[in-house]
């Protein structure tokens, strides 16, 4: 992805929606059903127009919604499950800049006014700071519907190596490696991080502001919620890490993406809020992710086929409309399991 952008943008187009990070593969991206932020913006696959995949035979099959459109419809989030994607063709819109606002609020206050905030920006990301009452509100629009006053330049080297790259990377896998060998410490050192927000604002082509850089390693669970659900969620895992005084020194993530029609993506025929938990790689996070997916669970929540969950072909059937579709496909396509794996067994069945 960090190739294709650039490459985009020299042609004067860009994809509509991005996730955060840049270092995924293009058919890796759309597999595990990326999706970015804005509640009025599909997720990476939906973008998706055409494929090509080799089959488990050898078989090199083009596909399309008019040509083979079951096959289509299944490869566009597959998992990897259906073969190997050669050829990808994404709908493109013009290049375009986003201005970015970014600022530290009220977590209380930010989820009271969600609906607002979700609805007056193109892109809300929220990254709430466990144990604190303080949250990083993050708001891009598309220039035409910036407000006023905007500042309309990117921001400068210095400014973008200090915050982006030594405060955000360098300064934080000292946070954390401290958060390691001392566990206690979590909720101060996060009111110290928290307090440590600068507001900024900048305006940027639209990959730049999307994706940043993100040097310290991590484990990570993200579910998808109605966005209905979010508040009751967000209260009751807010009262879980308080309860439990879960060592967790990185933020929470809340974002938003509107609903598509790709059988296996998060984002089938619902408008979602997307919940994250992060933990240090140095620390184990098997409790608080744990104790994440029973809260999201009892919410419909669809866990995020490339970060970490425990959930089954039992349990993702009826969270998928169109699941016992897509395992036709597969069987057709890949009857003797080539493309197997255990989390291909789990997650679908043998």
């Known amino acids: 992805m960090h190739v294709l952008n650039p490459a985009l943008e020299s042609i004067g187009l860009a994809l509509p929606n991005l996730g955060d990070i840049d270092r995924q593969t293009i058919t890796g991206a759309i597999c595990t059903g990326t ?109 035409a519907t910036a407000p006023a006053g905007r500042a309309g330049q990117p921001l400068p080297s210095w400014r973008q190596a200090l915050d982006d790259r030594f405060l955000s990377n360098t300064v934080y896998e000292q946070v954390n490696r401290l958060a ?7 909720p101060r050192l996060n009111q110290i991080s928290a307090r440590a927000l ?8 639209s990959w ?9 390693r991590f484990t990570e669970s993200e579910y ?42 998060t984002g089938y025929q619902r408008d979602n809020a997307y919940i994250a938990v992060h933990q240090f790689h140095r620390m184990d996070g098997t409790a608080s ?3 994440f997916e029973e809260i999201v669970t009892q919410h419909a929540g669809r866990p995020h086929w490339g970060k970490l969950h425990t959930l089954g072909a039992q349990q993702l059937r009826a969270a998928y409309p169109r699941f016992e579709d897509f395992l036709a496909v597969r069987d057709r396509l890949d009857p003797d399991r080539v493309f197997a794996n255990d989390y291909l067994d789990r997650v679908l069945g043998p």
């Open 208 to 216: 730049r502001v999307f994706c940043s850089p993100r040097e310290v």
């Open 180 to 186: 390691a060998l001392r566990p206690a410490l979590v």
């Open 198 to 205: 600068g507001a900024r604002q900048f305006t940027d082509a």
């Open 35 to 143: 999706h970015g932020t804005g509640a009025h913006r599909q997720g990476i696959a939906a973008a998706v127009t055409g494929l090509t995949l080799v089959t488990a035979d050898g078989s090199v099959v083009e596909c399309s919604a008019e040509q083979h459109p079951d096959i289509f419809q299944a490869g566009r989030v597959s998992l990897g499950a259906l073969g190997v994607i050669t050829e990808v063709e994404l709908q493109c819109v013009p290049a375009f800049r986003l201005h970015a606002r970014e600022s530290s609020a009220d977590i209380t206050e930010v989820l009271a006014d969600i609906d607002t905030l979700v609805t007056d920006h193109d892109h809300v990301d929220i990254h709430w700071f466990p144990h604190t009452d303080r949250c990083l509100l993050k708001c891009n629009n598309e220039v």
């Open 289 to 291: 992710f744990a104790a």
């Open 224 to 265: 998808a919620l109605p966005r209905h659900a979010l508040r009751p969620v967000m209260a009751e895992l807010r009262g879980w890490i308080a309860a439990e005084r879960a060592p967790l020194p990185f933020p929470v993530e809340v974002r938003f993406a509107a609903a598509d029609d790709v059988w296996l993506s």
